[in-house]
C-alpha cells in the first residue's frame, strides 16, 4: 500500500515509489496509475489550470507524477526494451493528459 505525506504545495508525495511490478507498460496505464493516486485538491487545482500554464507545473504536479511513477518511461519494442525519451518529457505529456480529462468532465 502507498503512504502518502502532503507537501506546502498540497500534494501528496510517495514515500515509496511503485514497485518494479506496479510500473505501468504504457502511457494510459501511467494516466490511470496517477488518476487512482491523485488527491481531490489536486484535481481541482488541475482543473483550474488555463492550458498555456501547465509548463509551470513542472516542479509541482509533474514533479510529483515522476516521483509517483518512479521515473517510469515505457519500453519500446523498435529500441531493444528502451526509451530513450526523458522522465520530464514524459510527465509532462502524462500531466497533459489528465488535464485533458479533467476538462472533459465539466
Known sequence: KQRFFFLSRG????????????KP???EEAVAIVLAAMSAEQIKHLKQIR??????????????????LGHWVAPTPEDGGYNPAHP??????????????????D
Open 11 to 22: 500534494y501528496p508525495k510517495c514515500r515509496f515509489q511503485l514497485m518494479k511490478r506496479d
Open 88 to 105: 520530464d518529457d514524459i510527465s509532462g505529456k502524462i500531466t497533459e493528459m489528465i488535464w485533458r480529462r479533467l476538462q472533459n468532465e
Open 51 to 68: 492550458e498555456e500554464n501547465l509548463i509551470n507545473e513542472h516542479f509541482g504536479f509533474s514533479l510529483w507524477v515522476r516521483n509517483l
Open 25 to 27: 507498460n504504457n502511457i
